[in-house]
T-cell receptor, first 112, second 113 residues
Framework: SQQGEEDPQALSIQEGENATMNCSYK?????LQWYRQNSGRGLVHLIL?????REKHSGRLRVTLDTSKKSSSLLITASRAADTASYFCATDSIQGAQKLVFGQGTRLTINP | DAGITQSPRHKVTETGTPVTLRCHQT?????MYWYRQDPGHGLRLIHYSYGVKDTDKGEVSDGYSVSRSKTEDFLLTLESATSSQTSVYFC????????????FGPGTRLTVT
């Protein structure tokens, strides 16, 4: 079963614009993470936000978490062609904190 | 790829044959995971290990078995491969100890004909 559901499934924007991806989940979580996957490669960890945090920044990335709505968003500012990739949210439950459940991902395309 | 290798990287096999995929890490991390990635399903956990000889099932464990006799190696075996097991398989590791981010290997593309 999928814990995280990303929205939209695909997003295409112009270089320099901001990209926002959303993730919804179903059960109480310990942490929520975002990963990036370039075509044909393994996933790369981007950022982790704990359940008691509401917002976190890392470079051009901004993640928000709303536990009351069971949702998170990933904002990439000033997008670059190199940001073209698939982005996945992953959640771990309070019971099984070392196991992640991934969403289906958002395919982001940055057009030059 | 954070000291994680997978072998083979590509494999084509016939239905009914046994297949073993290997994940090797040089990070001495406690936790190791096997996922499969299919279009429309994202990543799904097959099995994971929380120490040498300590393993447990994930969401899609039917038809798969695992073994971990050393900290650095985690093997995934398809006892009798089926076409539905055609997929890309990823290994991941995490240290535990309060750290939850996982580090992924490059993947193995398996085709069962």
């Amino acid at each position: 079963s999928q814990q995280g559901e990303e929205d939209p499934q695909a997003l295409s924007i112009q270089e320099g614009e901001n990209a926002t991806m959303n993730c919804s989940y179903k059960t109480s979580i310990n942490n929520l993470q975002w990963y990036r996957q370039n075509s044909g490669r393994g996933l790369v960890h981007l950022i982790l936000i704990r359940s008691n945090e509401r917002e976190k920044h890392s470079g051009r990335l901004r993640v928000t978490l709303d536990t009351s709505k069971k949702s998170s968003s990933l904002l990439i500012t000033a997008s670059r062609a190199a940001d073209t990739a698939s982005y996945f949210c992953a959640t771990d439950s309070i019971q099984g904190a070392q196991k992640l459940v991934f969403g289906q991902g958002t395919r982001l395309t940055i057009n030059p | 790829d954070a000291g994680i290798t997978q072998s083979p990287r590509h494999k084509v096999t016939e239905t009914g044959t046994p297949v073993t995929l290997r994940c090797h890490q040089t990070e001495n991390h406690r936790y190791m995971y096997w996922y499969r990635q299919d279009p429309g399903h994202g990543l799904r956990l097959i099995h994971y290990s929380y120490g040498v000889k300590d393993t447990d099932k994930g969401e899609v464990s039917d038809g798969y078995s695992v073994s971990r006799s050393k900290t650095e190696d985690f093997l995934l075996t398809l006892e009798s491969a089926t076409s539905s097991q055609t997929s890309v398989y990823f290994c991941a590791i995490t240290s535990g100890q309060g750290a939850y981010e996982q580090y992924f290997g490059p993947g193995t593309r398996l085709t069962v004909t």
